[in-house]
Antibody, heavy 120, light 107 residues
Framework: EVQLAESGGGLVQPGGSLRLSCGASGFTFSNYWISWVRQSPGKGLEWLAN????????QYVDSVRGRFTISRDNTNNFMYLQMSSLRAEDTAVYYC?????????????WGQGTTVTVSS | EILMTQSPGTLSVSPGERVTLSCRAS??????LAWYQQKRGQAPRLILYDISTRATGVPDRFSGSGSETEFTLTLSSLQSGDFAVYYC?????????FGQGTRLEIK
């Protein structure tokens, strides 16, 4: 089955760090750009970052640049989001999403999400 | 950053009706516009990309149109499974940005 599955969410104190993982199966992971998208409680969707298939190029939204780092392991079909200096406003469900090839940033496959809560 | 604005915030409609959702971009995004459906507790699902191309498995009662900065998603003959939140998204320029969503609820 073609799928993405996030893990690693949890409760963390303000200023703390957390690493999220996104595992892929059922498709050739190394052929795709992958993004992280989050959704704060009761709010809309916010794109955070993406990474090229080889992992050489990365883009970030301003709100997380310098605090979050995206990376990938194509050997084991995983992508990661290392989050540091976490703030209350980072509380959200975090999704990984696959970008359509050629088309670009339209996301045709999403994981089920993992919840991050930043609170003391 | 390109701002995406959706209207209305909520639409109350009856099953079987036809409905049109709007999305406006703060600058031209060519054809780099997608629509997603999100049901409560679920991840978003791609409905349309490149303004009007239906994603795999999406029925033809979903259609999209528009250009440059003004776009619409039309659902004809609403079914119970269509009641959800719909988001538009631009993918012309980073950062990728989404609209705030339109909630489609049963009247």
């Amino acid at each position: 089955e073609v799928q993405l599955a996030e893990s690693g969410g949890g409760l963390v104190q303000p200023g703390g760090s957390l690493r999220l993982s996104c595992g892929a199966s059922g498709f050739t992971f190394s052929n795709y750009w992958i993004s992280w998208v989050r959704q704060s409680p009761g709010k809309g969707l916010e794109w955070l970052a993406n990474i090229t298939p080889e992992g050489h190029e990365k883009q970030y939204v301003d709100s997380v640049r310098g605090r979050f780092t995206i990376s990938r392991d194509n050997t084991n079909n995983f992508m990661y989001l290392q989050m540091s200096s976490l703030r209350a406003e980072d509380t959200a469900v975090y999704y990984c999403a696959r970008e359509m090839p050629v088309i670009g940033g339209a996301f045709d496959l999403w994981g089920q999400g993992t919840t991050v809560t930043v609170s003391s | 950053e390109i701002l995406m604005t959706q209207s209305p915030g909520t639409l109350s409609v009856s099953p079987g009706e036809r409905v049109t959702l709007s999305c406006r971009a703060s600058q031209s995004i060519s054809n780099k516009l997608a629509w997603y459906q999100q049901k409560r507790g679920q991840a978003p699902r791609l409905i349309l990309y490149d303004i009007s191309t239906r994603a795999t498995g999406v029925p033809d009662r979903f259609s999209g149109s528009g250009s440059e900065t003004e776009f619409t998603l039309t659902l004809s003959s609403l079914q119970s499974g269509d009641f959800a939140v719909y988001y538009c998204q631009q993918y012309l320029i980073w950062p990728i940005t989404f609209g705030q969503g339109t909630r489609l609820e049963i009247k």
